[in-house]
């Protein structure tokens, strides 16, 4: 048998390899390409191959009438749970649906958690009934199918030994009698977000051992009687539509001894007009919050002397008689908050003398309401928000001295009068923010020594008295941001501060006493200020400051001695004036990981040292700013990045080695730069097209745009020759000694009529003079020279002398430029020649020695010129397989040995020409065209003009007309064979395009299944190499599962690749970025990735994520032609409902079962 890991050990070994792997991992079915048949034979044949290959069987189902293969009777059942001690739990079984556990507690129950589409007739419960340990059950149905759900009787009868019993989203409408027959053990029911359910009257008579009911969010109206359970101690019946008491079950002949706990919140409760004591006297909490209660009467909490808390907010009360709480001596917990309460009768609350935690909330209160609490001196919490209290008094708090929580904000507070809270010594939070409050005295928190977190933020706050904040001796939070606070207070003495908010403020400057004596401070709020200084030694003595925000001010200087050796971690200097940055130069940030200097006026270059202290930055973002270069290795230090940020400056030029990083890993944005795309920046170009050495991929590489010559592009759309430099002088040989000399070898110098350019390497030297006017060409071309333009000028003569020495030039352009004569021998020293372009001139003649010395001429375009003549012997010189384009001249008749060398190329266009109808041209015409009909690619457009006396200045289309009719010495034999051999041709060109049609067809129908295919085999076969590019993954593997497969993703997946093989995984909930979108995360995740392995189920079939997770692999691995996926499947599978692209992948590939075992 197969260890516990085997099957993780499988996927470990697997990563590093390119071939597709399916194998075994603990309680997982492995899924064959091979079609599962639901024959009897055929389920015990594959079970005997899982046990021959050292496989566990498949675990029971919960579905057994579904499920492709049954487990047979005689295979030994292994349990999935986390089992302490095996001897409990011998024979039982967890189904693949569920997750099993033993609690180690006093009782040891069996834990359950079922994930279902739905339940119905076919759920087998009695799968549960192997083992007599109590066990909870909990069911979670998946809320897409879930409303197909359905309960009927008897069908948990098999759960005996059942506690407690969960249902999760299983939205039944409908619980019948005796569903819940046989669970004589049950003390605990839950139904959760179930459909407007109703029940049968007499469901729940059986259950005698049930002590808690919850039914939440199901839409119930009215709860069968619940009076058989004598033994209930909580009913919830949260988020229904029950409308009075008499609905919720609990009215009796006896009351409930035992109930305890009474929760109808959320529901259309109007009226409690009855006494809640008849339902249950031992009634220790009550809650009825968010209903529509207008009305309690003053019986109705008659008797409830035990009752601790009472929860009636947010309802539509309007008045309380002063006797309604004169029963509740016990009450220590009273919530009256979000009623049309404006006051109470007097003495309504002076009954509750043992209340400690009273919420009176939004009821248009005013100071009164401490008259009325005034007996309650032992209150913990009090909050008051949200009323119409104008100011507080010491004599008015001076009975509450027991406070230890105040909430007092959102009223109308205009002024904290001194010593205020004298006898609040052991309040231990204040909240009075939202308030009117103008001014802080410097006694306004006089006695709150115990006071650690403070809220005054959102108040007119200008003016705070320096020695304000000295009482608050234990003070950790400080929350006073949105004021109009200038100049700050003194923080001498807070030596407990750790968090301080002085955001939206009105701050101006800050020097090395701002912080002086409060050196525990470890995070600073002081954006949206108007500081425009930092001053020296301002944060220097703030040792355990490790966030710092100071973005949206106005700051333009930091001292260079502001932050001194701090330990900050995340620090933003975001929406400044910074333009000066060299204070990281000359300050310790070893233990900065973020930083933000985005939207400032930095100029300068980025140099090689100016980060050098930043040895655990992962995220540097200098964006927006104006910054105009990076030095080279400016970044190579920093051994930790991960995202640099250097988009919208105004980069014109940057060297590739300028992001040479020392991380595994960078992210990178350069978009919004004016980048100037010329030969220096060609190496972004071939980072788009592939990996490069530093292992750093651009993530706006699409909304990258840059300058060229002639014009603005997008990066992307340019082509690798694009990326060219001008130049008038160059040298084309580094510390050559003769470039300051005109005759040297390795300078080329630019005519000063044309405009040159080169590429990175000088492999490509174009010069362009088009449209110059010039008359002839230019005497200094370059040498060096590989394309020429001199398109649209008045060059009328090209001689010898026009182009000496240029052995190096490759395309030469002279369309449009009146050429008339061609010396014999001028293109003789164009060795290298391989497209020449002469359009649209005046030509007339083609001598034999025209184009002599073009041994490397591809490509020769000859078209609409006045050639009427071409000597033989004028393309003998041309290498096999030119093409040539001779159409729209004025040729009647060439030479019959011209035609022969014409043969020769790949390529010929020939009509627009005059050519004579005259027999004796024919014949040899006739015969040329029967030879290479493939060859002449307007064949069809090819005419003759004929002169006989009976078709005088006739257009005869060749490609249709028998020459036999024509001309008498062309015999019909010979017209004939030329029409059958032509006909032929187009015949068996037209069949060739008829066959690859179809075939075409039947590759585009199946396009999927045979790319996977061939790239699977190519990948397993061939291909199993690792790319460069894979040195520069961040991870080994991306795991793509559904959440509801996390306990084994999680729990025993992840540990064993990590801790025993040592790779790394990139998973959704460590490594996606946090604020990012998910499709974004999963697109970086998998690129970022070596291996993708898919953690197969019925949960990931049904998730659309997870289809998008395996849609970019499967593109990736289209691709790449390299099969980077590694397959887990857990459990039986709905072929039907898999994608196409996931069903192609499966089906293509055939190897699967070869590896079920590694």
């Known amino acids: 048998m197969l260890s516990e890991r085997t099957g993780t050990e499988n996927a470990a070994k697997f990563i590093q390899n390119t071939p597709s792997q399916t194998f075994q991992v603990p309680s997982i079915t492995i899924f064959s390409v091979l079609e599962t048949q639901t024959t009897e034979g055929t389920a015990s044949y594959a079970q005997e191959a899982l046990l021959k290959a050292g496989s566990k069987p498949e675990p029971p189902s919960l579905f057994p009438v579904q499920s492709t293969i049954r487990p047979s009777p005689s295979i030994i059942k292994r349990s999935t749970m986390t089992i302490l001690n095996e001897n409990d739990l011998e024979n039982y079984v967890c189904p693949k649906e569920c997750d099993c556990d033993l609690l180690e507690n006093p009782s040891r129950q069996v834990y359950i958690r079922c994930n279902v589409q739905y339940i119905n007739d076919v759920t087998y419960f009695d799968v549960f009934n192997s083992t007599t340990l109590p066990s909870i059950l909990t069911l979670y149905c998946d809320p897409l199918t879930s409303m197909n759900s359905k309960l009927y009787p008897f069908m948990f009868r098999g759960l005996q030994s059942c506690i407690s019993l969960t249902f999760s989203n299983c939205q039944f409408d409908y619980v019948p009698e005796k569903t819940f027959y046989g669970m004589m053990a049950l003390k605990e029911l839950i139904i959760y977000n179930a459909k407007h359910i109703t029940f049968h009257t007499a469901v729940f008579e059986k259950l005698s051992s049930l002590e808690e009911l919850s039914i939440i969010q199901s839409g119930m109206s009215s709860a069968p009687s619940l009076c058989h359970l004598h033994h209930l101690r909580l009913v919830n019946f949260t988020d229904n539509n029950i409308g009075t008491l008499d609905e919720s079950g609990l009215l009796c002949n006896d009351s409930f001894r035992n109930l ?179 001014r802080l005295g410097k006694k306004a928190f006089t006695g709150l020594s115990k006071l650690y977190i403070l809220a005054l933020h959102h108040n007119k706050i200008h003016i705070v008295e320096r020695e304000c904040l000295q009482p608050l001796l234990a003070l950790r939070v400080l929350y006073i941001s949105y004021n109009a606070i200038e100049y700050l207070p003194s923080f001498q003495g807070l030596i407990n501060l750790q968090v301080l908010d002085l955001s939206h403020n009105n701050i101006k400057y800050l020097d090395n006493s701002t912080f002086l004596g409060a050196s525990e401070i470890a995070v600073i709020f002081l954006n949206n200020n108007r500081i425009r200084t930092i001053r020296a030694r301002a944060f220097r003595n703030l040792q355990r400051l490790r966030k710092l925000l100071i973005e949206n001010n106005e700051i333009y200087l930091v001292e260079y001695d502001a932050f001194g050796d701090t330990r900050i971690i995340e620090m933003s200097l975001r929406n400044n004036n910074i333009s000066d940055i060299n204070v990281f130069r000359y300050n310790n940030f070893a233990r900065l990981s973020k930083l933000d200097l985005s939207y400032n006026n930095i100029r300068l270059s980025i140099s090689y040292d100016l980060f050098s202290t930043f040895e655990d930055i992962e995220t540097l973002m200098i964006s927006n700013n104006k910054i105009e270069g990076v030095s080279s290795r400016a970044f190579e230090s920093l051994h930790n990045l991960q995202f640099l940020d250097l988009s919208y400056n105004e980069i014109r ?171 014999d021998y001028t293109f003789s020293t164009l060795s290298s020649l391989k497209t020449l372009h002469l359009n649209e001139n005046s030509i007339s003649t083609i001598s034999s020695k025209t184009f002599f010395g073009l041994n490397k001429l591809q490509y020769l375009s000859l078209s609409k010129n006045r050639i009427t003549f071409i000597e033989v012997g004028s393309f003998s010189h041309l290498p096999i397989t030119y093409k040539l384009d001779l159409c729209k001249n004025y040729l009647r008749k060439v030479d019959e040995y011209v035609f022969y060398e014409l043969s020769f190329a790949s390529s010929l266009s020939l009509s627009g020409n005059p050519w004579t109808c005259d027999c004796e041209f024919l014949v040899h015409f006739g015969n040329f065209l029967y030879s290479n009909v493939k060859t002449v690619k307007d064949f069809s457009a090819l005419t003759c003009t004929a002169n006989t006396t009976s078709l005088q200045n006739t257009t005869i289309v060749l490609a249709i007309t028998s020459l036999s009719g024509l001309c008498p010495v062309i015999t019909v034999s010979q017209s004939k064979e030329l029409a059958h051999n032509v006909v032929s041709a187009l015949a068996t060109l037209l069949g060739a395009f008829v066959i690859i049609a179809i075939i075409a067809s039947v590759i585009f129908l199946n396009r999927d299944f045979l790319k996977v295919w061939i790239y699977i085999k190519c990948g397993w076969r061939i291909c199993n190499q690792e790319k460069e590019q894979d040195v520069c993954k961040p991870y080994d593997a991306f795991v793509s599962y559904s959440s509801k497969d996390n306990d084994y993703v999680v729990h025993e997946l992840i540990p064993v690749l990590e801790k025993y093989f040592n790779y790394r995984i990139c998973v959704h909930y460590r490594n996606f970025s946090v604020g990012a979108a998910i499709a974004e995360n999963i697109v970086s995740s998998v690129e970022s990735s070596k291996r993708v392995i898919v953690v197969l189920s019925k949960n990931f079939i049904e998730s659309d994520w997870c289809h998008y997770e395996f849609q970019i692999a499967y593109q990736r691995l289209l691709s790449e032609k390299k099969n980077r996926i590694i397959m887990i499947l857990l459990g039986d599978i709905d072929k039907s409902k898999l994608v196409p692209e996931l069903k192609h992948y499966i089906q293509a590939n055939t190897d699967i079962s070869h590896h079920l075992v590694g």
Request: aromatic letters at 10%; one cysteine or more.
């Open 260 to 438: 305890h706990v009474i929760e109808l919140c959320k529901n259309s409760l109007r009226k409690i007009i009855i006494n809640i004591s008849e339902i249950s006297d031992n009634l220790l909490r009550f809650s009825v919050s968010d209903n529509k209660i207008e009305q309690i009467a003053d019986y109705s909490l008659r008797g409830l002397y035990l009752l601790i808390s009472l929860d009636i907010e947010n309802n539509l009360i309007t008045s309380l008689s002063r006797y309604v709480f004169q029963d509740l001596n016990g009450l220590e917990k009273l919530s009256l908050a979000d009623n049309r309460l404006s006051n109470f009768y007097s003495g309504t609350l002076s009954h509750l003398r043992n209340l400690t935690y009273l919420q009176l909330s939004n009821l248009s209160l005013n100071i009164s309401i401490f008259n009325e609490i005034r007996n309650h001196q032992n209150l913990k919490e009090l909050v008051l928000k949200n009323n119409f209290i104008e100011n507080i008094q010491m004599s008015s708090l001076s009975l509450f001295s027991q406070l230890k929580y105040f909430d007092i904000s959102h009223n109308y507070i205009r002024n904290l009068t001194d010593s205020v809270f004298t006898y609040q010594e052991n309040l231990e939070e204040l909240n009075i923010s939202g308030n009117f409050i103008e």
């Open 653 to 823: 030029y940057l060297n590739e080695n300028a992001l040479k990083t020392s991380s595994r890993f960078t992210l990178l944005k350069l978009g919004g730069n004016p980048f100037t795309c010329d030969c220096n920046m060609q190496w972004i170009k071939k980072w788009f097209l592939g990996p490069n050495k530093y292992c750093v991929r651009i993530s706006d590489l699409y909304d990258i745009r840059c300058t060229l010559f002639d014009g603005k592009a997008i990066l992307y759309r340019l082509a690798i020759d694009d990326f060219v430099c001008q130049y008038k002088r160059d040298c084309s040989i580094l510390n050559c000694s003769c470039c300051n000399v005109d005759a040297c070898a390795c300078l080329h110098i630019c005519p000063d009529i044309c405009t040159c350019f080169h590429n990175s390497d000088r492999s490509v030297n174009s010069v362009r003079c088009e449209g110059r006017g010039i008359d002839k060409v230019p005497k200094e071309m370059p040498l060096a020279a590989t394309h020429v333009y001199l398109d649209g000028n008045n060059i009328t003569l090209l001689s010898i002398h026009s182009f000496p020495e240029m052995i190096h030039l490759e395309y030469l352009s002279m369309n449009d430029s009146n050429i008339h004569t061609i010396q």
